[in-house]
């Protein structure tokens, strides 16, 4: 039971996009359209479990027993990276429409500051394997959520009136400030 609260922890109460800030390039540059922003969060959320878990591994196997932990970044930046390239060549290869509508922002995964924010928290935090799968999971969920739900609502932001001072970007970042303050309510949970 508290593996579980753990992980809904990190989805809702310590969510990466809206209590960190992390990923929001992604959340902004993908989630004009649901079905490229439920891809994108799929292909993020599947890289960032990963990538947590291997990250665990290439810390605790490697880095520490080297005594190497200064190049703990570039470590897991490489391994990211040979993820989102193998994702890529998989999306290619069975989805090229979809590969078509993620365009650039997949290999833009690597840098993504959720990827490779994760982990670093996770070694920051000092958890254990489990631990650091279920954050990785947790938190690549959460961003999934948060791209999902910030989709459905800029779809229907674009069906609305708004002031020319607000239309575009601004209305966007007004929604997910308050799409962050109503997540700011799950903190009781837990």
Same mark, same amino acid.
């Given at each position: 039971?508290?593996?579980?609260? @753990? ?13 960190? @800030? ?14 490229? =922003?439920? =891809?994108? &969060? !799929? ?9 947590? +878990? ?23 930046i490489v391994v990211i990276a040979g993820m989102v390239q193998f994702l890529e060549i998989v999306i290619r290869k069975s989805s090229p429409m979809?590969?078509? =509508? ?12 959720? +990827?490779?924010? +994760?982990?670093?928290? =996770? ?13 990785? @999971? !947790?938190?690549?969920? !959460? ?22 001072? @607000? ?6 970042? +007004? ?12 903190? &009781?949970?837990?």
């Amino acid at each position: 039971m508290d593996y579980l609260l @753990f992980l809904v922890g990190v989805v809702l109460v310590n969510n990466m996009v809206l209590v960190y @800030f992390l990923g929001l390039c992604p959340l902004m540059g993908v989630s004009s359209k649901l079905d490229a =922003s439920i =891809s994108m &969060g !799929g292909a993020t959320a599947l890289v960032m479990t990963l990538g947590t +878990v291997a990250s665990w591994l290439i810390e605790h196997y490697v880095l520490q027993p080297l005594g190497i932990g200064f190049v703990r970044i570039l470590a897991y930046i490489v391994v990211i990276a040979g993820m989102v390239q193998f994702l890529e060549i998989v999306i290619r290869k069975s989805s090229p429409m979809l590969h078509r =509508s993620l365009g650039i922002y997949l290999p833009l995964i690597t840098s993504n500051c959720a +990827v490779i924010g +994760v982990p670093l928290i =996770s070694v920051r935090e000092d958890h254990t394997l489990l631990e650091a799968g279920l954050y990785g @999971f !947790g938190a690549a969920m !959460g961003f999934a959520l948060i791209m999902v739900i910030f989709s459905g609502l800029r779809e229907r932001l674009a069906l609305a009136t708004v002031p020319a001072a @607000f239309a575009g970007v601004p209305i966007a970042f +007004v929604t997910a400030g308050l799409l962050a303050m109503t997540f700011m309510g799950f903190g &009781g949970l837990i």
